[in-house]
C-alpha cells in the first residue's frame, strides 16, 4: 500500500525566504507526482505535475524535483510571500487512477 | 466561468438519513473522482470514473455509491448516513487519468 509522508509538518518563515517543503513515497511505481496548494475552508489547487519519467518542473517561483528511485520529492518556493501561507500538499498517482496524499506541510510567511 | 461545482456547501443530517452529494464540471473532462479529508487521516479516495459510463472504487468506498450518466455530472451517494460519514467532501476532475486533477469547493457534511 502506498504511503505518503510530508515533513515537516509545519514550517513558519520570515518573508523573503526560499524554503523547502519535502515529500516522501512508498512505492516507486508512480505514473506522477502533483503538489497542491489548500486555503482554509477551501479547495485543492494543482500548482505542479511532474510525470513519473521527469526529473522536475518549474512554474513562477516554485520547483519541484523528482526522484523516482528514492521515492522523494521536493518543492521549493522562492522568495517566500506572506500569500503563499496555506497548507501544501502532495500526492502521488499509482494504478486504478489513485491519488495518496500526503497530510500536508502548514506553512506560514510572516511578514 | 469554467470549473467544478459541488452543492450543498454544507449539510447537516441525521443518521440513517439517504444524502446524495452533487458534482458537475464543464470541461468536458472524462475523468472524476470523490475524496473525503478528515483531520489525521488527509484526503482519501472514495470512487472514481475514468469516463462516463464507468466507475471504480477507491481507498474508502464502503457506504457510498456513485453514477456518472454522463460527462458532467458525478452524484456520490450515501445510502444511510452514520456519524463516521461526517467529513469535508471533495469532487474532482481531470481531463483523462493521470493529468492533473482541478477540485472543487467541498462539501462539509455533519452526520449527526
Known amino acids: 500500500k502506498q504511503e505518503v509522508t510530508q515533513i515537516p509538518a509545519a514550517l513558519s518563515v520570515p518573508e523573503g525566504e526560499n524554503l523547502v517543503l519535502n515529500c516522501s513515497f512508498t512505492d516507486s511505481a508512480i505514473y506522477n507526482l502533483q503538489w497542491f496548494r489548500q486555503d482554509p475552508g477551501k479547495g485543492l489547487t494543482s500548482l505542479l505535475l511532474i510525470q513519473s519519467s521527469q526529473r522536475e518542473q518549474t512554474s513562477g517561483r516554485l520547483n519541484a524535483s523528482l526522484d523516482k528511485s528514492s521515492g522523494r520529492s521536493t518543492l521549493y518556493i522562492a522568495a517566500s510571500q506572506p500569500g503563499d501561507s496555506a497548507t501544501y500538499l502532495c500526492?502521488?498517482?499509482?494504478?486504478?487512477?489513485?491519488?495518496?496524499f500526503g497530510e500536508g506541510t502548514q506553512l506560514t510567511v510572516n511578514p | 466561468i469554467a470549473g467544478i461545482t459541488q452543492a450543498p456547501t454544507s449539510q447537516i443530517l441525521a443518521a440513517g438519513r439517504r444524502m446524495t452529494l452533487r458534482c458537475t464540471q464543464d470541461?468536458?473532462?472524462?475523468?472524476m473522482y470523490w475524496y473525503r479529508q478528515d483531520l489525521g487521516l488527509g484526503l482519501r479516495l472514495i470512487h472514481y470514473?475514468?469516463?462516463?459510463?464507468?466507475?471504480g472504487k477507491g481507498e474508502v468506498p464502503d457506504g457510498y455509491s456513485v453514477s456518472r450518466a454522463n460527462t458532467d455530472d458525478f452524484p456520490l451517494t450515501l445510502a444511510s448516513a452514520v456519524p463516521s460519514q461526517t467529513s469535508v467532501y471533495f469532487c474532482?476532475?481531470?481531463?483523462?487519468?493521470?493529468?492533473?486533477?482541478?477540485f472543487g469547493p467541498g462539501t462539509r457534511l455533519l452526520v449527526l
Open positions: 470514473s475514468n469516463t462516463a459510463g464507468t466507475t
Open positions: 500526492a502521488v498517482e499509482t494504478s486504478g487512477s489513485r491519488l495518496t
Open positions: 474532482a476532475s481531470s481531463r483523462d487519468r493521470g493529468e492533473t486533477q482541478y
Open positions: 470541461m468536458r473532462h472524462n475523468a
